[in-house]
């Protein structure tokens, strides 16, 4: 089956520094894309999405890149601030609204 | 506009018992995708209603179902709770059914004793 992979659990970062988190998906099928930052007692919240025919989005401090070749997915957040430390999840979707979530990376951020 | 609203936010129950849960998407949204969320297995599908019927379900025995309304409100159930029915449930809608934007709700917390 499916399986969404994450290369590291946890990651800490000096505030102000650039994050970048990491995630491998298996499923060549899958079309959609979706970060998702949870934290404590939450939900996950709705970061950023990309489709397969785009490479890179961009949002606000965050930008998602997509390598197809390689079955690879990151997010990158600018000048991380304490108020992004949380649990961060990448999903793929390859129909419907089902989606395969990460095992998720913990992001510190150390002021 | 409001987001996903799940009721209640805790419960505790006890094997053998039942429950149920309920979700109200955002206005609009005609899907609504049901996950558990556990620390052992992380976030797993569980079903996806779309216009009153069930689009996708995922690898969960038949003791967990759902069903969604006319106003696209929905809930699920469990049946002859398990201890390992433990969990965060949490409830997702969207727009339409395949490749949109997925909101999540705040969860229930489900405590099985």
């Known amino acids: 089956g499916e399986s969404v992979g994450l290369h590291l659990p946890t990651l800490s970062v000096q505030e102000g520094d650039n994050s970048i988190i990491n995630c491998a998906y298996s499923?060549?099928?899958?079309?959609?894309f979706i970060w998702y930052k949870q934290e404590s007692g939450k939900g996950p919240q709705f970061i950023i999405d990309?489709?397969?025919?785009?490479d890179k989005r961009q949002g606000q401090r965050v930008t998602v890149l997509l390598n197809k070749t390689v079955k690879h997915l990151s997010l990158q957040i600018a000048a991380t601030q304490p108020g992004d430390s949380a649990v961060y999840f990448c999903?793929?979707?390859?129909?419907?609204?089902?989606?395969?979530f990460g095992t998720g990376t913990s992001l510190t951020v150390i002021p | 506009k409001a987001g996903v609203t799940q009721t209640p936010r805790y419960l505790i129950k006890t094997r053998g018992q039942q429950v149920t849960l309920s979700c109200s998407p955002i206005?609009?949204?005609?899907?609504v995708s049901w996950y558990q969320q556990t620390p052992g297995q992380g976030l797993q599908f569980l079903f996806e209603?779309?216009?009153?019927?069930?689009?996708n379900k995922g690898n969960f025995p038949g003791r967990f179902s759902g069903r969604q309304f006319s106003n696209s409100r929905s809930e699920m159930n469990v049946s002859t709770l398990e201890l390992g029915d433990s969990a965060l449930y949490l409830c997702?809608?969207?727009?339409?059914?395949?490749?949109?934007?997925?909101?999540f709700g705040p969860g229930t917390r489900l405590t099985v004793t």
């Open positions: 499923n060549s099928a899958s079309d959609y």
């Open positions: 997702a809608s969207s727009l339409g059914s395949g490749g949109y934007e997925q909101y």
């Open positions: 999903a793929e979707n390859t129909g419907g609204n089902q989606f395969y």
């Open positions: 206005s609009g949204h005609r899907s």
């Open positions: 209603y779309f216009s009153e019927t069930q689009r």
């Open positions: 990309i489709r397969s025919n785009m």
